[in-house]
């Protein structure tokens, strides 16, 4: 899966405008070509958008978005300021971070060991703790205050479920800065697309 951020950054209301010009361009090259193009998040404004999240899960959607990640130009004269002089806009598209997918439960890995610490005569006797490891996120967790095995068991996955949804969490709060930042990274040259209207 591809993310996307196309951003007029902190450019005024013509490079609002010039997003919603770009992303109509975007679409028609992509239907054109066959390519699935979802629109995930808008923000809207008053002349267009300052930013568009998009996602492509097309197995060559990312060689194909090459050509247009960067820098891109339009020359048009401002249809709010009419008499303005400047005649360049410049938006964005980039690449966002990706976000870890959560792995499955079946990936967890269970040792069993003795107990330690309180518990009267019977706590060293059985091996009713349990080490649990999510192998594919390294996640684990060891539990031993239950005394059946099983509840131990079902106690550590638990506790892995919730680890792995604060994970999850953090990394999607992280990927949101990630793509607030990318608003003031909007080169002012070097464009990869020029468009004229």
Same mark, same amino acid.
Do not use: Y
């Given at each position: 899966m591809l993310l996307m951020q196309l951003t007029a950054a902190h450019g005024p209301a013509e490079c609002e405008y010039a997003v919603r010009l770009t992303l109509q361009e975007l679409q028609r090259a992509c239907a054109?070509?066959?390519? $699935?193009l979802l629109v995930l998040e808008c923000n809207a404004s008053a002349h267009g958008f300052q930013s568009v999240l998009l996602q492509s899960e097309h197995p060559?959607?990312?060689a194909w978005f090459q050509a247009w990640l960067g820098t891109i130009q339009?020359? %048009? #004269?401002?249809?709010?300021? $009419? @008499?303005?002089?400047? *005649?360049?806009? %410049?938006?964005?598209?980039?690449? +966002? $971070?990706?976000? &870890?997918?959560? $792995?499955?439960? /079946?990936?967890?890995? %269970?040792?069993? +060991?003795? &107990?330690? /610490? *309180? /518990? /009267?005569? @019977?706590?060293?006797? #059985?091996?009713?703790?349990?080490?649990? #490891?999510?192998v594919r996120s390294g996640i684990s967790v060891k539990v031993m205050t239950e005394r059946s095995q099983h509840a131990n068991k079902r106690l550590a996955r638990s506790l892995i479920a919730m680890k792995l949804a604060q994970k999850q969490a953090c990394g999607e709060e992280d990927a949101r800065k990630q793509r607030t930042q990318q608003h003031w990274a909007v080169e002012r040259g070097k464009p990869v697309k020029i468009f004229r209207v």
């Open positions: 054109r070509d066959g390519l $699935p060559q959607a990312q339009w020359i %048009f #004269t401002s249809p709010m300021r $009419p @008499h303005h002089p400047r *005649k360049n806009w %410049f938006v964005a598209l980039q690449l +966002c $971070p990706q976000v &870890a997918q959560l $792995p499955c439960d /079946g990936e967890i890995v %269970f040792a069993t +060991c003795r &107990a330690s /610490g *309180k /518990g /009267g005569q @019977h706590v060293n006797t #059985t091996d009713s703790a349990v080490h649990a #490891t999510h």
